[in-house]
């Protein structure tokens, strides 16, 4: 059974900062053999993509979020981050974790408002 487990949403004012995390567990997974991704989904919109991470550490980002947000993985703790800064009410939605377009995790809210 594999889980990915997101972490670190909350409530920030406009130009604050917030950093996500993704711990994955589970038997017969290699977590550093699989891409990871967060995507998010604001109410009444399509779930879209935020970040990316490659094997080998390659990243891309959503144009919304360009020069603001930065993905990065810890092989050793499993662990995906999320650092987002400069956030901006068009931020609020919720953040979900992949891993290999395969797998999700619940979702952790994030709300950017004053």
């Known amino acids: 059974q594999v889980q990915l487990v997101e972490s670190g949403g909350g409530l920030v004012q406009p130009g604050g900062s917030l950093r996500l995390s993704c711990e994955v567990s589970g038997s017969g997974i290699i977590f550093s053999t699989n891409g990871m991704g967060w995507y998010r989904q604001a109410p009444g919109k399509e779930r879209e993509l935020v970040a990316r991470i490659s094997i080998g550490g390659y990243t891309n980002y959503g144009d919304s979020v360009k020069d603001r947000f930065t993905i990065s993985r810890d092989n050793a703790q499993k662990t995906v981050y999320l650092q987002m800064n400069s956030l901006k009410p068009e931020d609020t939605a919720v953040y979900y974790c992949?891993?290999?377009?395969?797998?999700w995790g619940q979702g952790t809210q994030v709300t950017v408002s004053s």
């Open positions: 992949n891993m290999g377009s395969t797998y």
